[in-house]
Every structure is written in C-alpha cells, then in structure tokens.
C-alpha cells in the first residue's frame, strides 16, 4: 500500500498525542513489579506497547513482542527476576538485533536464561526466579534500554544492584527518565557517582499513575510547522509538562534554532499542561547537534534541514545501525531520490555539505519497515507539494493514529493499493 500525500497551506489545530511509550513501557514493567492489577492511566495504544500488554494479560509460553525493541529488553529482565518458565521472540528482523549484553549482565546476577537459535540473540528461553543481584559493569555507549531494564527489576534483587557504566554514556536522559519512574513507585535508586547507579533492595509501592503524551511524537509537527511558508500557522498540545523527564522533550530547544517558538500554558514544570509552537523568521545558517541523547529525532532533523537548504553534521548516531533498520543507510538513500547526497562517518555522523544531484523523477519513499522513516518524511510534503511514501501503515509501531491527524488538519492523503 501507498500514501500520496498532499499538505495544506495554513494549520491552526490542536493534535491529540499519542501517549508516551517511552513511560508506558518502563511504567508496565514497575507495575507488574508492584504485584498491581491496576494499570497505568493514559496508557500508550502503540504496537510495542500492546505486545507489552499482552504477555501480562495472556502469560503464555511463549512470548511474541514482535518488531519492539524495548519490549524485548524490558521483559526478558523482567521474566529472568519474576517466576516462571518462558520463551520470548520476536520478527525476524529482531532475531538479528543483539541482546547478549544483556543477557550476560543477567546471567552474572544468577538468572537462567539462554538461547534457542543464534548465539547472542533472540529467542531466548528463560527460567525465572529470585536473584541475588550485586555488582555488574555494562558499557555505557551500548543501548539505555539494556541499562532501564536492569534498573527496573534492582529493588527485588536481594543484594539490591550497584551499576557502574563504562566508557562513554549515550541517552542518559532515558536512564533518568527510568530513575524518574522508580522514583514514582517508591524506589530507593540514585547516581551515587558521575558512572554509577545504586539501587537498594526494597519494595515497589502500588500507586495510580498517569503517563505523559509523547515528545518523540510532537516532532513531526515541528518539523510540519518548520516547513509551511505561514508564520500565522500554529499547532496546540496537551497533556505534555514544561520540565519532562522525556529526553526528547529537547524537541522544543533543538526547532529553535530552525525559528521555532514553544509556548506553555502552565509553567509548573511537573504539572501536564497545554502547548503551543508556531514559527518566526529566524533560523541558523548551518546546524552541528550530538544526537547521542535524542537519536529518535535525528531522522527529521536530517530531513527537514535538507529540504531547507540548511547544511549540516549531525553526531551521536551509533544506535541507529541497530534500530528497526540501519536508519543511517535508510536516510541516505531516501534522500538521494530527494536529489540530496548525505555523507555517514565513524558509524555515528551524518553530514550534509549542500551536495545536490538528479532528483527522481517520480518519487517513492521507501520506509524500510520502519514507523520513524515514515513520519520523518510525511512533513516534507509541505515542502515539495505531494509526496508518495510505501507500506505508510509501520506509523503504528509508535504512532497509531498519525495519518489521521493529518487528515485532520487538512492533509489530502490517497490510498494507492
């Protein structure tokens, strides 16, 4: 399936956000481990949160979480540390993902858990029980979600957990946000030094909790206003907070220097609240930014900046080989058919110098079975008038209902069987 896509001219909307999945997994999982049967309010509808879902719902065998990765990292910390016999797979694209830092840091802590297949991946079989915990080093440039489900499952270690990161430490604003979590269900967790995390060994308290709407989400629609030719456009928000424990609330710093301004109804930094962004004419020439803590953002901000003729090298990128597809290799081939010749790095830089060639003529953006490809590219219709993307139906992964908020604002979108 297809989606031709043609925008408006002007936007004055309010757009109902998807609610963070970031927080609804981490907040599933500190549930369970509560021993609740109440969930979480304003739980996210996406595909990585459902299969979540499920396996609490279903506990079967085995456990299919499909394409999410946060779902296999989370739940197999989570059944190593909780009773019970089970296998835990997925796509096949998620067979190829590597996950034996985790499963080493597990085994060290005194879990049963090895695999069915391949060396170092999944599917994985998995005899729960009570660990003892204690001290473990896992390095720190390696996924957070490895970190976030080791820290999740600490209070019911029986030593507790001392975790000390080595190297260079990516997304730590997603450590924080699971610190931040733990902390909400009565976790006794804290950095006690510049690379180490201890939890002591307590009890997760039941509490009613609702879940933030997503920032991740609320880029595409900067990235939409970015583009429009219409300074008196604008888009409203709710349910999000000024002082978000969400990394990629950074999402309101980073459209700044693209002369986007963002407006808080509440300014109480921990109290959710309403917010606006529209645009002013003002913009840097050429950008440099570390994406190492937001890296879900760096695909439309390399999409936006090209179609805007604003250069620029984008750094702190490595888990982005590692994603649903090699998101570096994606975003340069889709935008060569754009006519925009993309430069990668280290395995971790992209740069656009300004090097242009032939566009395509008819144009069909590829999105590698990939929700992010998809939005990332959808706000460039503004730009380039329509714009045709394939299998638009991968939104669902993060984003459920992302084309019909389009629609809704006054995107023509035609299905193309």
């Given at each position: ?356 060639c032939e566009a395509e003529k008819s144009i069909v953006i590829d999105t590698y079975k990939d929700h992010r490809m998809a939005m990332a590219f959808a706000p460039l219709s503004v730009k380039l008038g329509e714009l045709t993307i394939n299998n638009p ?25």
């Open positions: 399936m297809q989606y031709k896509i043609k925008p408006p001219h002007h936007i004055e909307a309010n757009i109902d956000l998807p609610a963070s999945k970031s927080i609804s997994n981490r907040a599933l999982i500190i549930n369970a481990l509560t021993g609740s049967n109440k969930w979480p309010e304003n739980i996210s509808t996406c595909d990585d949160t459902k299969v979540i879902c499920k396996a609490f719902k279903q506990q079967p065998y085995e456990i299919d979480i499909m394409a999410a990765g946060t779902a296999m990292r989370f739940m197999t910390a989570f059944l190593a540390a909780s009773e019970g016999e089970h296998v835990i797979t997925g796509t096949e694209r998620m067979k190829q993902r590597p996950i034996k830092i985790l499963v080493d840091a597990l085994r060290f802590l005194g879990a049963e858990v090895e695999y069915t297949e391949k060396e170092g991946f999944p599917p994985l079989r998995i005899k729960g029980k009570k660990l003892m915990g204690g001290r473990v080093e896992i390095e720190g440039n390696v996924s957070s979600q490895y970190i976030s489900a080791l820290m999740m499952i600490a209070p019911t270690l029986k030593k507790g957990l001392e975790l000390k990161l080595l190297g260079n430490i990516i997304s730590r604003p997603y450590i924080d946000l699971t610190l931040h979590l733990m902390h909400e269900y009565g976790a006794d967790a804290e950095w006690t030094d510049v690379d180490t995390i201890t939890i002591r060994p307590t009890k997760y308290k039941e509490r009613s909790y609702t879940i933030e709407n997503d920032w991740t989400a609320a880029s595409y629609w900067y990235a939409i206003i970015t583009l429009l030719n219409d300074t008196d456009s604008y888009i409203t928000f709710k349910g999000l907070k000024n002082g978000s424990r969400q990394g990629d609330s950074a999402v309101k710093y980073i459209f700044s220097l693209l002369g986007i301004k963002t407006s808080f109804a509440d300014k109480e930094k921990d109290e959710l609240t309403e917010v606006t962004i529209c645009k002013q004419q003002r913009m840097l020439p050429r950008l440099e930014y570390d994406f190492k803590n937001q890296p879900d953002l760096a695909q439309t901000m390399i999409a936006t900046c090209c179609v805007m003729n604003i250069p620029f090298k984008f750094m702190g990128l490595s888990s982005l080989k590692l994603k649903e597809t090699d998101r570096i290799e994606a975003m340069k081939m889709e935008m060569t058919k754009l006519g925009y010749v993309l430069h990668d790095s280290n395995d971790s830089e992209i740069i656009w110098d300004g090097e242009r139906e991968v939104v669902s992964k993060s984003y459920p209902n992302f084309w019909n908020e389009l629609r809704n604002v006054g995107f023509e979108i035609e299905e193309i069987e």
